[in-house]
C-alpha cells in the first residue's frame, strides 16, 4: 500500500473511532504510517497505535467522547503532544493526561512509535481531586513516582510490549495482592 494510502486509512479509523482527526506526513522519505487496534482495561476503552512521521490534530470531542479523560502513554519512542497550549515530549513509558473539550495535536518522528490510549470519565478525576482540570496537558514521567507505578499497569495492556513479565509488572502485583 502506498504512503498516501497508509495514512489515509490511518486518518479514516480515527474519524470513525472520534469522530474528527486530520493527520498529514511530517517529512518526505516516505516513512508515514500509522495503525490503531482496540485495546480495554475492564469499562475503559482504548487503542494500541502505531505511527511514524506523522501528525494527527483534532478539535475538542463530541458525542460519546464529550467529558473523557484519555491518557497517552508511549509504550515505544518519542511523541509530542499540543494540549492546553503546552508542547509536551513524551519519551517511552511517559504519560499525558488529555481533556476531550480541548483540541489537541501529537505528532511522531521518522523513529515511531507504538502509543496506548485510554478513556475514562472526566468525573473519576474530580472524585479523586479537586480542580481535576489542573491535570491536563503535563507531562507525567513514567519512570517516577506514581506515573511508575501507572505506566506499568499500562503496559500490560500492551500486548505486543516486549517487557511484559518486568519486574516493575511483578512488584506492582506484589503489591496490589
Given at each position: 500500500m502506498s504512503e498516501l494510502g497508509a495514512l489515509n486509512q490511518f486518518e479514516q479509523s480515527l474519524?470513525?473511532?472520534?469522530?474528527?482527526?486530520?493527520?498529514?506526513?511530517?517529512?518526505?522519505?516516505g516513512l508515514s504510517s500509522g495503525?490503531?487496534?482496540p485495546a480495554a482495561a475492564g469499562p475503559f476503552k482504548g487503542f494500541q497505535i502505531q505511527a511514524q512521521a506523522v501528525r494527527s490534530?483534532?478539535?475538542?470531542?463530541?458525542?460519546?467522547?464529550?467529558?473523557?479523560?484519555?491518557?497517552?502513554?508511549s509504550t515505544y519512542g518519542d511523541v509530542v503532544v499540543r494540549h492546553y497550549d503546552r508542547e509536551i515530549g513524551l519519551s517511552t513509558n511517559d504519560l499525558v493526561?488529555?481533556?476531550?473539550r480541548e483540541p489537541c495535536t501529537i505528532a511522531v518522528g521518522d523513529d515511531g512509535t507504538r502509543s496506548l490510549v485510554l478513556a475514562l470519565p472526566s468525573d473519576m478525576l474530580s472524585q479523586i481531586r479537586a480542580n481535576s482540570d489542573n491535570l491536563f496537558g503535563h507531562h507525567i514521567a513514567g519512570m517516577r513516582g506514581a506515573g511508575r507505578m501507572l505506566s506499568a499497569v499500562l503496559?500490560?495492556?500492551?500486548?505486543?510490549?516486549?517487557?511484559?513479565?518486568s519486574d516493575d509488572a511483578i512488584a506492582l502485583s506484589v503489591t496490589m495482592s
Open positions: 474519524r470513525e473511532t472520534y469522530g474528527a482527526f486530520d493527520t498529514e506526513p511530517i517529512d518526505t522519505s495503525k490503531m487496534k490534530s483534532r478539535p475538542a470531542l463530541s458525542g460519546h467522547w464529550t467529558d473523557r479523560a484519555f491518557i497517552l502513554m493526561l488529555m481533556d476531550s503496559q500490560s495492556l500492551d500486548a505486543d510490549d516486549e517487557t511484559e513479565g
